[in-house]
């Protein structure tokens, strides 16, 4: 070893009380490197007294600790902001406000898209936070962690931040006198999500957090908001037959189109490509003059409303046969 011709001399020294500074001192003034030095003085340490020298904490492992959080706070941003944007769907749809603006969007993609979010991302989320709570339990240096205090300490300035717009909003419609059921119970679900967040993380901080409780809530909100929206958008069949629906009104309207283009109307529909996506059989046209026709197909389920399909006005249709009369001369209604 290089310090091996020091170790005589520092028992020696040693032995008569000589001091570690005394020690480093005199023999880097000598021209030992002060690695060597110091390498030689741990050895006499650890012979002493029957230990070895903890290692110190790798940058790896902090590497580590930043990706667990990251991951851990990037999935809670992700199933905690579609869980709140789920219930907010939900509540427009059960409360209708006639006083507001319609604005439209296809509900049933929104709700599966957020429902989908929240089974994928929550799960993940419980088995990173289970994997940093028992990694840290009795490690001080992992519960004093500067990655764990700075990422807790931007989830508490998010969830706060939450809050403080959710009650400025809700004190600028109280005064506005436009205070409504659904309105009160979107700000409800708002302070309920941040609330929470921000609780259990102060108490994350302090490493008090009562990570049962947290659990045991998110996931009967969420376990309440995927129920509803399988019962308010349907069930994976039922989507599908609504799919195909979808698929028949667009397919309805290419033909439209094309027939627009064409210089006069045809005797059948044998050269277009489009069939029912079911039966894969050619939809119903009839020639009524020379500008008017009729197609017509047979759909697995009525027309969604508003909130569930842009698919509305001169497409709506019922369940089961149904027509619809065109004119080449017009514009294709949409």
Same mark, same amino acid.
């Given at each position: 070893?290089?310090?091996?011709?020091?170790?005589?001399?520092?028992?020696?020294?040693k032995d008569?009380?000589?001091?570690?500074?005394?020690?480093?001192?005199?023999l880097?003034?000598?021209?030992?490197?002060?690695?060597d030095?110091y390498s /030689?003085?741990?050895d006499?340490w650890?012979?002493?007294?029957?230990?070895?020298l903890?290692?110190?904490?790798?940058a790896?492992?902090n590497?580590?600790?930043?990706?667990? %959080?990251?991951?851990?706070?990037?999935?809670l941003?992700?199933w905690?902001?579609?869980?709140g944007?789920?219930?907010?769907r939900?509540?427009?749809?059960?409360?209708?406000?006639?006083?507001?603006?319609p604005?439209?969007?296809?509900?049933?993609?929104?709700?599966?898209?957020?429902?989908?979010?929240?089974l994928?991302?929550?799960?993940?989320?419980?088995?990173?936070?289970?994997? =940093?709570?028992?990694?840290?339990?009795?490690?001080?240096?992992?519960?004093?962690?500067?990655?764990r205090?700075?990422?807790? %300490?931007?989830?508490?300035?998010?969830a706060?931040t939450?809050?403080?717009c959710?009650?400025?909003?809700?004190?600028?419609?109280?005064?506005?006198?436009? =205070?409504?059921?659904?309105?009160a119970?979107?700000?409800?679900?708002?302070?309920? =999500?941040?609330?929470?967040?921000?609780? %259990?993380?102060l108490?994350?901080?302090?490493n008090?957090?009562?990570?049962g409780?947290?659990?045991a809530?998110?996931?009967l909100?969420?376990?309440?908001?995927l129920?509803?929206?399988f019962t308010?958008?349907g069930?994976?069949a039922?989507?599908?037959?609504?799919?195909?629906?979808?698929?028949?009104?667009?397919?309805?309207?290419?033909?439209?189109?094309?027939?627009? /283009?064409?210089?006069?109307?045809?005797?059948?529909? /044998?050269?277009?490509?489009?069939?029912?996506?079911?039966?894969?059989?050619?939809?119903?046209y009839?020639?009524?003059?020379?500008?008017?026709?009729?197609l017509?197909?047979?759909?697995a389920?009525p027309?969604?409303?508003?909130?569930?399909?842009?698919?509305?006005?001169?497409?709506?249709h019922?369940?089961?046969h149904?027509c619809?009369t065109?004119?080449?001369?017009r514009?294709?209604?949409?």
């Amino acid at each position: 070893m290089p310090h091996a011709d020091l170790q005589p001399f520092i028992d020696a020294a040693k032995d008569r009380g000589a001091s570690d500074d005394f020690l480093a001192s005199a023999l880097t003034s000598r021209g030992w490197p002060a690695r060597d030095v110091y390498s /030689a003085l741990v050895d006499w340490w650890e012979r002493s007294l029957g230990l070895t020298l903890p290692a110190r904490r790798s940058a790896a492992e902090n590497a580590r600790d930043a990706f667990l %959080y990251l991951l851990g706070f990037s999935m809670l941003a992700t199933w905690a902001s579609a869980l709140g944007s789920l219930w907010f769907r939900l509540i427009e749809y059960w409360l209708p406000d006639p006083a507001v603006a319609p604005y439209y969007y296809n509900f049933r993609e929104t709700v599966t898209w957020q429902m989908a979010s929240i089974l994928v991302a929550l799960p993940i989320y419980l088995f990173v936070m289970r994997l =940093i709570l028992r990694e840290s339990a009795g490690n001080e240096e992992r519960i004093e962690s500067g990655v764990r205090k700075w990422l807790t %300490y931007i989830a508490l300035l998010l969830a706060a931040t939450g809050v403080v717009c959710d009650l400025v909003c809700f004190v600028d419609y109280f005064l506005k006198g436009e =205070i409504t059921p659904r309105f009160a119970l979107k700000c409800f679900v708002v302070l309920a =999500i941040c609330g929470s967040i921000f609780a %259990y993380y102060l108490g994350f901080l302090r490493n008090c957090a009562r990570s049962g409780i947290f659990v045991a809530a998110a996931c009967l909100a969420a376990g309440a908001g995927l129920i509803c929206g399988f019962t308010a958008a349907g069930t994976p069949a039922i989507q599908r037959r609504i799919e195909a629906d979808n698929r028949r009104v667009e397919d309805l309207r290419m033909i439209a189109g094309l027939l627009a /283009a064409a210089q006069m109307l045809p005797q059948n529909l /044998a050269a277009m490509r489009q069939r029912d996506p079911e039966s894969r059989l050619p939809y119903e046209y009839t020639r009524r003059s020379d500008t008017q026709y009729e197609l017509c197909a047979n759909f697995a389920s009525p027309s969604e409303n508003r909130w569930q399909s842009p698919q509305i006005g001169f497409w709506t249709h019922p369940a089961g046969h149904a027509c619809f009369t065109l004119d080449k001369s017009r514009p294709v209604p949409w």
